[in-house]
């Protein structure tokens, strides 16, 4: 028997941990893994506020795909289309002409993207908070918007400067929120010309409560502690609009902000309307509790889907009911996706993944957070200090828990580095204005 070719379309949280158990538990002669993704590495998302707050390295919240998967073959580019009638995925490499990669069983989890909306003026002046990228832009754009207000004389300038606007109050838009103003708050001793007061820190949240994984209680306690800081928070309430970076609110308040930070919601990749796969109605793709594809009552051989883009039942709620879009979810559902594809090659019948949402915890800035896990509800130091420690223990590799641990360390005996890099995301700027132009 030939060894199985296995394509894993994705190196996010379920197609890195597959990938890696799989090279672990299948012989060489078993199984050929190929992981396909447009990035080098897989970002650990949970440390990305952490990450732009300066916490830790930006470098220490991803994971180097060719130095963890040494037993896979990488290829750096884009899926833009699977015919799994055919078992063939195309793929756009970085550079050249789009490949055909042949396969046997395919692992489809490409993730998800921001969930925007047609709002006017969103395209030019939003910004979301999913990817490394955007979280080092966020950081250096925030402490640059410090430097405009610090040496402006323009009042409005100010104002415009010194107003931040994150949309979404899930755990993404709450700990991004809460890290940056600690941030800056950190940054304006450095600062003389301004004060904390300046600062107008804003969350608008579509409905009238944040943070709707933990309960109510806990959802009431962020938003006090968060209003104890000063910060703006509107609830049930709706952006409208954002054309030329003027805020409009459907509660009828307006005003101009620099920084509008996007994080209400996700869906799956659009790189799956480019697939024969099944789907639902949220255009996920359709599971059995074993993590096979499925359409109707028929399993698609050979197919395989978790994550944040696959309709997962969750067998330990009532009948109907999906698996949230969590990394909790995510990381286990690839471990047992791992071995029933194992169990599958072997001539196994595959497990139904079967897991109870163990409870969530969520900084709310340095020393600040929220946990409700197994029913048991902490805050403050000792709530921020689970967050810590779970998500350490999640991160893929000895390697990166050394790291974001001694970056943690450091930070209980060094001040926080609040310098903006803004060249970094313009870097040939200064180079092409002094070389003379040609012809």
Known sequence: MSAQRILVVGAGHVGLYAALRMSKKLRAREAEVTVVDPQPHMTYQPFLPEAAAGNISPRHSVVPLRRELKHC????????????????????????????IEYDQIIVAPGSVSRTLPIPGLREHGIG???????????????????????????????????????GGGYAGIEALAEMEDMSRDALKYYPELNVGDMHWVLVEATQRVLPEVD????????QQLLKRGLDIRLDTRLESCVDGVVKLSDGDSFAS??????????????????DLPRDDRRRIT??????????DTVVEGAWSAGDCAAVPDLTGPPGTFCSPSAQHAVRQAVRMADNIRA??????????????VGSVASLGLHKGVAQVYGIKLKGPLAWFMHRTYHVSRIPSFNRKVRVVIDWTLAFF???????????HDPRDEFTEVTPKVG
């Open 344 to 357: 599958v090659i072997r001539g196994k019948e595959p497990v139904p993944y079967k897991h109870k949402h």
């Open 129 to 167: 908070f999913k990817t490394i990228g955007e979280a080092i832009y966020l950081r250096n754009h925030v402490l640059d918007r410090l430097d405009v207000a610090a040496v402006t004389t323009d009042p409005e300038t100010r104002r415009r400067a010194l107003t931040f606007v994150f949309v």
């Open 258 to 275: 620099d920084t509008i930070v996007w994080t209400a919601g996700v869906k799956p990749s659009p790189m799956l309307d480019n697939t």
């Open 73 to 100: 073959k990488i290829v750096s580019g884009a899926v833009t289309r699977i015919e799994h009638s055919r078992k063939t995925a195309t793929v756009q490499p970085i550079i050249g002409p789009p490949l055909e």
């Open 414 to 424: 060094l001040r926080r580095e609040v310098v903006a890099l803004g060249q970094l």
């Open 287 to 296: 599971c059995l509790p074993t993590l096979q594809v499925v359409d109707g």
């Open 216 to 223: 109510r209680d806990m959802g009431a306690y962020t938003v």
